[in-house]
């Protein structure tokens, strides 16, 4: 080990922060979890990540890999192993002529809005300002133009991939092309992405904002969305939350968000009237505005607060019950955070095998939220598990990126068993010994 650290320190230009030095507090923690890593690496350039990674094959450790660091199972930290953060790996190249946009695998997407809007160009991603290009797509990227661009995978070209054995491969239609199948879907199982290509689309100001009712209209309110959703205009997105904790829980409004792609107020008004008819509405601060700024701030717990989150999908079929099973759950104490995403459109149009994201015919996406101390997290769970009873013959999958477990059961549901059969394959050519396994993992045997 003691070689292999020197060697490490020869060939690596970042920072090795170990335990004991100042900025070690930090730099163990990622956003949504704690840990106690032997050694943070902190590489600047792309010669960097090969040498940590032969550096963490070599030395037997668990290895983490810090993009943004919001996942909910905090997977971008560890205890007694290695992080590879790629914080300063975050560069965006436009080239403007093809709208091809370049992007360092630890670039949030925040700075990519923002490195974009000069040139009227934008990706469908999160958001948030602060989640991670990487963690994001590489698992999805359900955002605010995903009915009319697709997830953010779908905007993907290349990928470039340090893999297990400290190479570099790219990964496009041409190369590679069932590495790029896997990166597409299948998380980071496959090596680190230190470098994304995307094909960015041109975009105007857009109308975004919160449409509020009662809580006491909640049932028709979500029937009424859903179904207008079905038929709205593709350039509409949008996202339903209610029985909101800090806004009453119970008694919080519905919240209706809206995301229109485009800066025609007659055709805005068109997609986003239907809705504002659905019930008593308290609250409207629908606008337009840069698409940049429908991204928020994310948020970062105390010390001592643990989120836990499960998602699952439901087809047109389920829509109706799933919708009454959760406004029942919402109006009812202690419920918990509930939010449904609309997806459906643009996802729905590629094909089922195209990638390794395995939930295209879905119509919605929804999660439910418990945080708080431990004691508190650990007296819901018999309730939310009651409430995931009830669900579980209405709905089916899950999506990994709203996901606070890693269990066998949450793989299996994240990969169908055709989907994990093929990434298996992709796993055992390019990372054989699974060094990459501190995520939603693909085994290689």
């Known amino acids: 080990m003691r070689s292999a650290l020197e060697t490490l320190r020869r060939d ?111 990706i469908s991603s999160g958001d948030t300002k602060s989640v991670g290009v990487g963690g994001l797509t590489l698992s999805g990227g359900i955002g605010w133009k995903v009915r009319k661009y697709g997830l953010a995978l779908d905007s993907l070209v290349a990928a470039e991939l340090v893999t297990a054995d400290g190479e570099v491969v790219r990964a496009s239609s041409e190369e590679n092309p069932e590495l790029f199948w896997a990166v597409r879907g299948g998380g980071g199982n496959f090596g ?38 079905r038929t709205a205009p593709e350039e509409l997105t949008s996202i339903a939350s209610f029985a909101n904790p800090f806004a009453g829980g119970p008694q919080a409004p519905v919240e209706i968000f809206v995301a229109f792609a485009g800066d025609d107020p007659e055709l805005a008004a068109r997609a986003i009237d239907p809705i504002r008819r659905l019930g008593t509405v308290i609250d409207d601060d629908v606008a337009l505005k840069p698409y940049a700024d429908t991204l928020v701030d994310g948020a970062t717990p105390p010390p001592g607060i643990r989120l836990v989150t499960r998602s699952a999908f439901a ?8 919708l009454r099973i959760l406004a029942e759950v919402g109006a009812s104490e202690g419920s918990p955070l509930i939010a449904v995403r609309s997806v459906g459109g643009a996802v729905s149009r590629v094909a089922d095998d195209a990638t390794a994201y395995a939930h295209r015919q879905a119509e919605l996406m929804f999660m439910t939220t418990v945080l708080g101390p ?72």
């Open 315 to 322: 087809g047109e079929e389920s829509v109706p019950e799933v």
């Open 12 to 122: 690596f230009g970042g920072d090795i922060i170990e335990p004991g030095a100042a900025e070690y507090g930090p730099a163990s923690r990622s956003v949504l979890a704690s840990g106690t890593p032997a050694y943070v690496l902190r590489p600047r350039s792309v010669a960097d990540v090969r040498a940590g990674v032969r550096f963490a094959a070599g030395s037997g450790l668990p290895l983490s890999v810090r993009g943004g660091g919001h996942a909910f199972a905090g997977f971008g930290t560890n205890d007694d192993g290695i992080v590879i953060d790629l914080g300063g790996l975050a560069q965006v190249e436009v080239i403007k002529e093809r709208h091809l946009v370049r992007i360092g695998g630890g670039a949030t997407w925040g700075q990519v809005a923002a490195a974009l809007a000069p040139h009227g160009l934008a």
């Open 374 to 445: 431990e004691p508190v997290v650990e007296a819901a769970r018999p309730a939310l598990e009651a409430i995931w009873a009830r669900l579980a013959p209405h709905v089916n999958g899950a999506y990994a990126n709203f996901l606070a477990s890693a269990t066998e059961e949450d793989v299996a549901a994240v990969y169908p068993a055709g989907t994990y059969e093929r990434l298996a394959a992709v796993k055992r050519q390019y990372d054989p010994g699974n060094l990459f396994a501190h995520n939603h993992n693909i085994r290689p045997q």
């Open 192 to 229: 680190i992405v230190t470098a994304f290509e995307f094909a960015a689309h041109p975009t105007t100001d857009v109308f975004h904002g919160r449409i509020a009712f009662p809580a006491s209209e909640a049932a028709a309110v979500l029937q009424g969305w859903a179904d207008h959703l």
